[in-house]
């Protein structure tokens, strides 16, 4: 019997169903309609012979083969794209000293910064991890080749990376008490999501007060999903341990650039710019 070959493009169109538990949001995330998507699992499905999804009128959930395979198709995607990065990128070699928000997805930032580590090989990396506004003022005392940070209002400097919510969380089950002022816990003066957030408190007459201060995003983390207070993180950088609150002013969004000098150091950032926007669309 000959072993039939894995399309990987019916793979990424399974494995976004997967992930965004929808044939819906995996069509947006595509850019195809709801019937393209569900075609290529189908076509999937018949090539493996078995159904991968079990679909009901309100959901779609992964088959025990399904969640087989969907470990096998991530890394085979996984590889195919940096296979093809490799191929086709411009060459980067030599010492890049990247300067990374901590506000940047921690719970992806290692495997990134591995994943283009094994890409573009020739390129040694030296990343330090601070507060947005530091590593830019840093950059321009010559420490840094490039940043990947926040835009601050009303800039254009940098090219975007991507645009995320700005959200209020807490620990499951946090309730502020009804009669004293919110419980802020903050990063220290300077942090861009400590003054919108404090400007929208103050728009909206909310007493608020600052009971947590620490120069570390983990440190602010740890202290909401120990129930002390309120934070405020980029949608993509949620932990563990916390949930978005409703019924707070609105925070806007936030855009994640990489900032350097486009002349002189645009053979390192058309890599990282078009590696984390691929590594981002593909999560």
């Not at 719970?107 to 040694?124: C, I, K, V």
């Not at 807490?170 to 816990?185: Q, S, Y």
């Not at 007060?209 to 120990?226: D, H």
Request: with cysteine.
């Amino acid at each position: 019997m000959r072993i039939p070959d894995l399309d990987l493009d019916l793979l990424r169109g399974f494995v976004a169903v997967a992930e965004r538990g929808g044939f819906t949001a995996a069509g947006v995330a595509l850019g195809l309609t709801q019937s393209a998507v569900s075609l290529k699992v189908k076509r999937l499905e018949e090539v493996l012979g078995r159904p991968v999804f079990l679909r009901t009128s309100r959901a779609v959930a992964l088959t025990r083969e399904g969640e087989t395979l969907l470990a096998y198709a991530r890394r085979m995607l996984a590889l195919n794209d940096e296979a093809v990065r490799r191929m086709i990128a411009p060459a980067a070699t030599g010492r890049l000293r990247l300067g990374v928000a901590d506000h940047f997805i921690p719970r992806n930032l290692a495997p990134m910064l591995a994943s283009f580590a094994r890409a573009y090989p020739e390129l040694r990396l030296a990343v330090e991890v601070g507060r947005s506004h530091e590593l830019r003022a840093e950059q321009e005392r010559g420490q840094h080749d490039l940043v990947l940070g926040k835009r601050r209002d009303g800039e254009t400097a940098g090219r975007l990376v991507f645009t995320e919510d700005i959200v209020w969380v807490a620990a499951p089950g946090f309730v502020a008490a009804p009669d004293r002022p919110l419980p802020l816990l903050m990063l220290p003066q300077g942090c861009m999501f400590r003054e919108r957030s404090l400007a929208a408190l103050g728009r909206a007459n909310l007493a608020h007060e600052i009971v947590f201060t620490s120069a570390s995003l983990l440190g602010v983390a740890a202290a909401a999903q120990a129930g002390l207070g309120l934070t405020v993180l980029g949608r993509q950088g949620l932990l563990p341990g916390v949930e978005i609150v409703a019924d707070l002013p609105e925070l806007g969004t936030a855009q994640m650039c990489v900032f350097g000098d486009e002349a002189r150091q645009s053979a390192l950032m058309e890599p990282l710019v078009r590696f984390l926007r691929d590594s981002l669309d593909a999560s």
